[in-house]
């Protein structure tokens, strides 16, 4: 119990498989795409955007912490 707030929050996710062109852009996934089509399930949505929280916790020496933690709302896939 050392995060005091929030008690709790939506980080939202992404879901789903990537457009072939957007495989494109990376050419590891394509690689394995084209090595073996029916064998990979293929890429999945990823956030492209996030946001962050603002948190109150305790830290380790038990003193009360306000700070805003990086990356923990999903904005945009």
């Known amino acids: 119990d050392?995060?005091?707030?929030?008690?709790?929050?939506?980080?939202?996710?992404?879901?789903?498989?990537?457009?072939?062109?957007?495989?494109?852009?990376?050419?590891?996934?394509?690689?394995?795409q084209q090595a073996n089509p029916r064998g990979s399930a293929g890429p999945c949505c990823t956030p492209t955007k996030m946001s962050p929280i603002n948190m109150l916790y305790f830290n380790d020496k038990q003193q009360i912490i306000y700070g805003k933690i990086p990356g923990m709302v999903v904005d945009r896939c």
């Open 2 to 32: 050392w995060i005091i707030a929030p008690k709790r929050y939506k980080a939202n996710y992404c879901s789903g498989q990537c457009e072939y062109m957007f495989m494109q852009k990376y050419p590891h996934t394509h690689l394995v």
